[in-house]
């Protein structure tokens, strides 16, 4: 009797000829490029260093697509948008010591927003590792350490028969749920040293899938099917999970009103009649979801900016659905389900009763009129047109992504973000810089739609050096930068504080001029002209910048009341 564990393929003569007669010329780099392409990359993102120049030198012998960026977060940043779009691990290529370093706050947004990223930097040579300090130049006594704290895993490589292995287990990591960056570290004389190993070819690495446990989805079920008022909070792991249409026949058939986090944007149809749409920061959407009897989670660990800043205090029962095992029951206690968000959407619409309730869609509308009420009351007309024109500006399907500005606390809470998986924002570990490398990213795994950035004057002079980057790779993105003259959130947050602002404000370029010094076309506009000077930078080709002067303000918060 032959058991599927004793079965061994065997390779063709052809396979094995090749492997017996590798060609010449290879090194460690070979087999990293052969290995990413082998589990099914096309696209890698990095920036070169004298410890990694093994790889960087492989990519020229392989059909590996490599976009280099000018700054190392920036490329992480690009990666971690292409993983989010795509869904594949994107792969990163760095550089050791100072150029792995400076790619940890791009990695901290990968990890908080589950963006599968491959991670893959240099190491001094074989003989620094474990903290024997020779003085190379970018030693580290122990580099990895700087990653356990950030990434899912961590691999060390220490000879070049462990890279294919090393490299497919990373894989895995990160495109197990959840999705996350993970760091694979590679000695230099490793990368560099010719290699008569045989030519990488297809690996599988495919994670396994997350299922729910079927007696928690069956209480979860019943509890759902007998609710007076029940209640879902759809997060990023819905988007993630590509769940939006399994949430959407689910809500529909419990009469279920849906809130979407800010991570989850793009997860409910913003015009839904059971849409409570993103308001999460405000009193009146935390009193309704208090009111639920039954709530049901879903791929949220409801953190801070998701419970209106822990002030959020649910009385009735709660189901939450995570995949992230840390994160379950860790602000609340609940029905907790460990699971794909895929997976367990399916089987509660398998169990779950059909219910009606006719009074949800009016709820619904009382409750986003009354948000309506409490921000006209706040006369921020101008934020609310900037916030419209760009919506009519933007094509429905085309992808957008926010830095920590003004106008993306904004978009958080009041931006229609279309279709799922379109809208993303640096809003999980909320570093400056995220937007404009990020949608180069975006553009890069998909040339077929334009996609906007959107960052202020000063998260922008995080990221000005990527316009050489979109000249150089012609990537179709348009760029708006709200120019206020400072980090606008944070003069709001001391004025409102301590009176007034310190360290706040901010000598910037023009960026018109500056954009055009890069060969990349720029327009100033005005609240009145933008919606069309950005619908006509978005339909041009290539890349583009579209600058507006003005001072906005946030709305009131509700949670310090």
Same mark, same amino acid.
């Given at each position: 009797?032959?058991?599927?564990?004793?079965?061994?393929?065997?390779?063709?003569?052809?396979?094995?000829?090749?492997?017996?007669?590798?060609?010449?010329?290879?090194?460690?780099?070979?087999?990293?490029?052969?290995?990413?392409?082998?589990?099914?990359? @096309?696209? %890698?993102?990095?920036?070169?260093?004298?410890?990694?120049?093994?790889?960087?030198?492989?990519?020229?012998?392989?059909?590996?697509?490599?976009?280099?960026?000018?700054?190392?977060?920036? =490329?992480?940043?690009?990666?971690?948008?292409?993983?989010?779009?795509?869904?594949?691990?994107?792969?990163?290529?760095? *550089?050791?010591?100072?150029? =792995?370093?400076?790619?940890?706050?791009?990695?901290?947004?990968?990890?908080?927003?589950?963006?599968?990223?491959?991670?893959?930097? !240099?190491?001094?040579?074989?003989?620094?590792?474990?903290?024997?300090?020779?003085?190379?130049?970018?030693?580290?006594?122990?580099?990895?350490?700087?990653?356990?704290?950030?990434?899912?895993?961590?691999?060390?490589?220490?000879?070049?028969?462990?890279?294919?292995?090393?490299?497919?287990?990373?894989?895995?990591?990160?495109?197990?749920?959840?999705?996350?960056?993970?760091? %694979?570290?590679?000695?230099?004389?490793?990368?560099?040293?010719?290699?008569?190993?045989?030519?990488?070819?297809?690996?599988? #690495?495919?994670?396994?899938?997350?299922?729910?446990?079927?007696?928690?989805?069956?209480?979860?079920?019943?509890?759902?099917?007998?609710?007076?008022?029940?209640?879902?909070?759809?997060?990023?792991?819905?988007?993630?999970?590509?769940?939006?249409?399994?949430?959407?026949?689910?809500?529909?058939?419990?009469?279920?009103?849906?809130?979407?986090?800010?991570?989850?944007?793009?997860?409910?149809?913003?015009?839904? +009649?059971? *849409?409570?749409?993103?308001?999460?920061?405000?009193?009146? @959407?935390?009193?309704?979801?208090?009111?639920?009897?039954?709530?049901?989670?879903?791929?949220?660990?409801?953190?801070?900016? !998701?419970?209106?800043?822990?002030?959020?205090?649910?009385?009735?029962?709660?189901?939450?659905?995570?995949?992230?095992?840390?994160?379950?029951?860790?602000?609340?206690?609940?029905?907790?389900?460990?699971?794909?968000?895929?997976?367990?959407?399916?089987?509660?619409?398998?169990?779950?009763?059909?219910?009606?309730?006719?009074?949800?869609?009016?709820?619904?509308?009382?409750?986003?009129?009354?948000?309506?009420?409490?921000?006209?009351?706040?006369?921020? @007309?101008?934020?609310?047109? %900037?916030?419209?024109?760009?919506?009519?500006?933007?094509?429905?399907?085309?992808? *957008?992504?926010?830095?920590?500005?003004?106008?993306?606390?904004?978009?958080?809470?009041?931006?229609?973000?279309?279709?799922?998986?379109?809208?993303?924002?640096?809003?999980?570990?909320?570093?400056?810089?995220?937007?404009?490398?990020?949608?180069?990213?975006?553009?890069?795994?998909?040339?077929?739609?334009?996609?906007?950035?959107?960052?202020?004057?000063?998260?922008?002079?995080?990221?000005?050096?990527?316009?050489?980057?979109?000249?150089?790779?012609?990537?179709?993105?348009?760029?708006?930068?709200?120019?206020?003259?400072?980090?606008?959130?944070?003069?709001?947050?001391?004025?409102?504080?301590?009176?007034?602002?310190?360290?706040?404000?901010?000598?910037?370029?023009?960026?018109?001029?500056? #954009?055009?010094?890069?060969?990349? +076309?720029?327009?100033?506009?005005?609240?009145?002209?933008?919606?069309?000077?950005?619908?006509?930078?978005?339909? #041009?080709?290539?890349?583009?910048?579209?600058?507006?002067? =003005?001072?906005?303000?946030?709305?009131?918060?509700?949670?310090?009341?």
């Amino acid at each position: 009797m032959t058991h599927d564990h004793d079965l061994v393929l065997r390779p063709t003569d052809q396979q094995t000829a090749a492997a017996l007669n590798p060609p010449d010329g290879r090194n460690g780099g070979d087999l990293v490029v052969e290995a990413l392409a082998g589990l099914g990359a @096309t696209t %890698v993102f990095g920036l070169p260093g004298q410890h990694a120049l093994g790889m960087f030198d492989a990519l020229r012998r392989s059909d590996l697509r490599y976009i280099g960026l000018r700054v190392e977060n920036n =490329a992480g940043f690009a990666a971690d948008a292409y993983g989010r779009i795509t869904g594949e691990a994107a792969p990163l290529l760095l *550089s050791t010591g100072p150029g =792995a370093l400076t790619s940890l706050a791009a990695l901290q947004e990968a990890a908080a927003a589950s963006a599968p990223v491959l991670a893959i930097g !240099s190491q001094v040579p074989t003989a620094g590792l474990g903290g024997g300090r020779h003085g190379y130049l970018h030693e580290l006594p122990d580099q990895a350490a700087s990653f356990r704290g950030v990434v899912k895993s961590v691999h060390t490589v220490r000879a070049q028969s462990q890279i294919p292995s090393a490299i497919a287990e990373a894989w895995k990591s990160a495109l197990t749920a959840p999705h996350g960056p993970v760091w %694979v570290e590679i000695p230099q004389d490793v990368l560099l040293a010719e290699t008569r190993l045989p030519v990488v070819t297809a690996m599988d #690495a495919t994670p396994d899938g997350l299922r729910p446990r079927p007696e928690l989805t069956a209480v979860a079920a019943d509890l759902l099917s007998k609710a007076a008022r029940p209640a879902i909070i759809a997060g990023g792991g819905v988007v993630r999970a590509d769940a939006s249409g399994k949430l959407r026949a689910l809500a529909e058939k419990l009469d279920a009103p849906v809130v979407t986090t800010f991570g989850g944007k793009g997860a409910f149809p913003w015009t839904h +009649p059971l *849409s409570l749409q993103s308001w999460l920061e405000d009193r009146h @959407t935390t009193d309704f979801l208090e009111d639920a009897d039954v709530l049901l989670v879903v791929g949220s660990g409801l953190g801070e900016l !998701s419970s209106n800043y822990h002030t959020f205090k649910p009385r009735g029962r709660v189901i939450q659905i995570e995949a992230d095992l840390g994160k379950l029951e860790s602000n609340h206690p609940a029905l907790g389900i460990h699971a794909d968000a895929r997976l367990a959407l399916q089987a509660l619409l398998e169990t779950v009763e059909e219910r009606a309730d006719a009074t949800a869609p009016d709820r619904v509308r009382e409750l986003l009129a009354k948000v309506a009420d409490r921000i006209a009351a706040q006369e921020l @007309t101008l934020e609310q047109r %900037v916030l419209a024109s760009v919506r009519r500006a933007l094509p429905a399907h085309s992808p *957008s992504f926010w830095d920590m500005t003004i106008l993306a606390y904004w978009a958080w809470s009041a931006f229609d973000a279309g279709s799922p998986n379109t809208m993303h924002s640096a809003q999980g570990a909320g570093g400056l810089g995220y937007g404009f490398p990020a949608a180069l990213g975006a553009a890069a795994a998909d040339p077929t739609r334009p996609v906007l950035a959107v960052s202020g004057d000063g998260g922008a002079l995080y990221s000005v050096a990527e316009l050489a980057t979109a000249r150089q790779y012609d990537l179709n993105v348009t760029w708006l930068i709200v120019d206020d003259g400072g980090y606008g959130i944070l003069r709001e947050y001391m004025t409102d504080a301590f009176g007034e602002p310190t360290a706040t404000e901010l000598t910037r370029p023009d960026y018109v001029a500056l #954009a055009e010094s890069f060969g990349v +076309p720029g327009v100033r506009t005005s609240p009145e002209t933008l919606e069309a000077d950005l619908a006509k930078a978005l339909t #041009a080709p290539g890349p583009s910048v579209v600058v507006l002067p =003005a001072l906005l303000r946030t709305f009131a918060p509700t949670h310090l009341d």
